[in-house]
């Protein structure tokens, strides 16, 4: 019986498709924080750069498992990511957290994106270590590249919003440290 | 400027890994990773309104 083809054999293995997802709900939580900073005009303080900064230190993790295969090393990116990503939500967590204050921005579902960037870290720690029970024998970590249609658009569109936010953050800042409640980009002031 | 490295880095890290560079990726992680702590050192520097 003739082997499948590398992509077949990658593209049908169920972790494969988590990762894809994993990747896939980076992407969304990156596109809702472009929504409210381009619609809705709320301009990203520092520590809401730095968890998009973390969402994105994640998201590479489940790209690197998605192109060359799971590999322990690649779920050690995520879950070190998640944990500084948790530790900059936390922090802002904390800094709203005193009776009477409204918080920073506006809410989704009423928690604010900081809280939900919390949540959101966490639960990508609880997904690794479920997949790292997943993958225990199916572990690459190694040097072959997996090829799909679907895996390299979407690493694609996940490069495409990592230079968006790092445009932002150059048009927000400018090569200046960012103010801690920017109200204007560079080119308004 | 603080946080332009790490985005940098972070960027370099998805083009090599959409290119399958995986050594270089995982570098340019490690170095967006460090340049990120130094970002949180500099950023975090508020004084909460609780006592922990």
Same mark, same amino acid.
């Given at each position: 019986?003739p082997?499948?083809?590398?992509? =077949?054999?990658? %593209? ?9 997802l ?48 799971? %590999? ?24 709203? &957290? ?17 809280t ?12 690794s ?10 572990? *690459?970590?190694?040097n ?6 679907l895996? %390299?658009?979407? &690493? ?5 919003l990592?230079?968006?936010?790092? =445009? ?7 090569? *200046? ?13 | ?25 995982v ?26």
């Open positions: 019986m082997s499948l083809p590398m992509t =077949t054999r990658v %593209s049908a293995y169920p972790s494969y498709i988590l990762n894809m994993a990747l896939a709900g980076i992407c969304v939580s990156l596109l809702v924080a472009f929504f409210f900073q381009l619609v809705l005009g709320e301009i990203p303080c520092p520590l809401c750069m730095l968890q998009r900064v973390g969402l994105m230190l994640v998201g590479l993790g489940f790209a690197m498992n998605v192109r060359f295969g799971p %590999s322990a090393t690649h779920y050690a990116i995520i879950i070190l990511s998640a944990i500084t990503g948790a530790g900059v939500s936390l922090r802002q967590v904390l800094l709203h &957290i005193a009776p009477g204050d409204t918080g920073f921005g506006s809410a989704i579902f009423g928690y604010h994106m900081y939900w960037g919390f949540i959101a870290f966490m639960a990508t720690i609880i997904f270590a479920f997949m790292l029970m997943v993958d225990r024998k199916h572990m *690459a970590g190694s072959q590249i997996i090829q799909t249609a895996g %390299s658009v979407l &690493i694609g569109f996940f490069l495409l990592s230079l968006g936010n790092l =445009t932002s953050d150059v048009l927000t800042c400018g090569l *200046a440290p960012c103010v801690g409640d920017p109200q204007t980009y560079i080119f308004q002031r | 400027m603080i946080i332009l490295p790490t985005l940098l880095f972070t960027t370099l890290a998805a083009f090599m890994t959409l290119r399958g560079n995986r050594k270089l990726a570098i340019s992680w490690v170095f967006a990773l460090i340049f990120m702590l130094g970002a949180m050192h500099y950023h975090m520097d508020d004084i909460l309104p609780i006592s922990l």
